[in-house]
């Protein structure tokens, strides 16, 4: 018991926890190849400077609110929309720190700030699940989780150069399709959610709102349809599960 | 873009991706959740990543495509069936992606 807790604390046991999380990220890493290529590439088609394209990649790290802004950018949209844009789509990393936080509470503060910089889809979606299969605890987990985010950076930022350098040599790269990479990586975080109703019909919801709201401007469409989807499922759960006991709660929400 | 805008631009999504991903790690010690909150801030990542792939894969040119000569479609919904019917991520991903550009290529739709 004694040795197996002195040999967590050791470098080799922190590397084989680092190891574990960049392991459980290889299906999304696989995903995020080609669209890493595909910003990298799109960028120097719209004639933006190649360190602009790495700067993005390097410094803001967030694989679709960077193609929503190359869109925007391509637009001539105004900075101000780019930026607020950029908060809309990346508000729901929020929760995966919601979610996280009895997990990094007694963690250090120089290491909660490199897990919020690489907080992603892919990493929370690669390791959230191995606390609860006991893969990781709170002892561990972050070095997972820190795993996991080395190896999405360096193959983001990779791939972002590869782009870029691939884009200005074959100009017609950006009309491959490479983004269905995204979107199958999406596909394949929502599905192992789908196992209760309100899940179902928040997706269902979700997905109707945002091809009627499709018009909106500025992507209003997606933060209302993310709306519609968490209140829909928040409520079906309510009412499914607290039959009882929801009016108390009702009241009380309606206090705050 | 010149070269100061460029920098605003950059400077302003990390500030706000940064925040967001960070503030509840800054307070970690302090922060307490409503119940409530937390409960609905579970749907979030279905709600957002639906809301975002969904006109992707049904309006690929901006306008409702549900015939099959739409590739988005058929690699999309490729996608899905595998990731309800095997919870595999590397298959879900595989399956979808290749649907997508058989359909794209091989079938030439």
């Keep these: ?256 | 873009m010149s070269f100061f805008e460029s920098v605003v631009v950059i400077t302003g999504m990390f500030l706000v991706t940064f925040g967001v991903r960070f503030v509840l790690f800054a307070r970690a010690h302090k922060v307490v959740m409503p119940e409530f909150v937390e409960k609905a801030l579970r749907f979030v990542p279905v709600a957002v990543l639906t809301a975002i792939i969904t006109p992707m894969i049904l309006m690929p040119t901006k306008t409702l495509d549900l015939s099959w000569h739409n590739p988005w479609l058929i690699g999309g919904v490729a996608a899905f069936t595998t990731g309800v019917w095997r919870q595999n991520q590397l298959l879900t991903i595989s399956v979808g992606v290749v649907a997508f550009f058989v359909a794209k290529y091989a079938l030439n739709f």
């Design chain 1, 1 to 256: 018991m004694r040795n197996e807790h002195e040999r967590k604390e050791t470098v080799e046991g922190s590397l084989f926890y680092m190891k574990r999380g960049a392991v459980a990220s290889i299906p999304m890493i696989i995903g995020g190849i080609p669209f890493g290529l595909l910003f990298g590439s799109l960028a120097s088609n719209y004639g933006l400077s190649p360190w602009f394209a790495i700067a993005m990649s390097s410094i803001v790290f967030a694989g679709s609110a960077q193609f929503v802004a190359l869109g925007l950018i391509a637009l001539h949209a105004p900075i101000w929309v780019i930026v607020s844009t950029t908060f809309i789509v990346n508000l729901r990393h929020l929760l995966y720190a919601a979610d996280l936080v009895k997990y990094v509470k007694h963690l250090p503060m120089s290491v909660r700030i490199v897990m919020g910089f690489g907080l992603v889809d892919e990493s929370y979606a690669a390791i959230r699940p191995m606390y609860g299969t006991g893969e990781v605890n709170e002892k561990t987990g972050h070095k997972a989780f820190l795993g996991s985010f080395l190896a999405f950076y360096l193959m983001w930022n990779t791939t972002t150069v590869l782009g870029v350098l691939s884009g200005e040599l074959i100009p017609g790269m950006s009309e491959w399709g490479l983004e269905f990479a995204m979107v199958a990586t999406f596909i394949g975080i929502i599905t192992p959610y789908l196992k209760s109703k309100p899940f179902w019909l928040c997706m269902l919801s979700a997905g109707v709102s945002s091809l009627i709201l499709f018009e909106l401007p500025n992507n209003l469409g997606l933060l209302l349809s993310a709306v519609i989807g968490v209140c829909v499922g928040y409520c079906v759960d309510v009412s499914l599960n607290a039959p009882i006991d929801s009016e108390t709660k009702d009241s009380k929400e309606v206090e705050l």
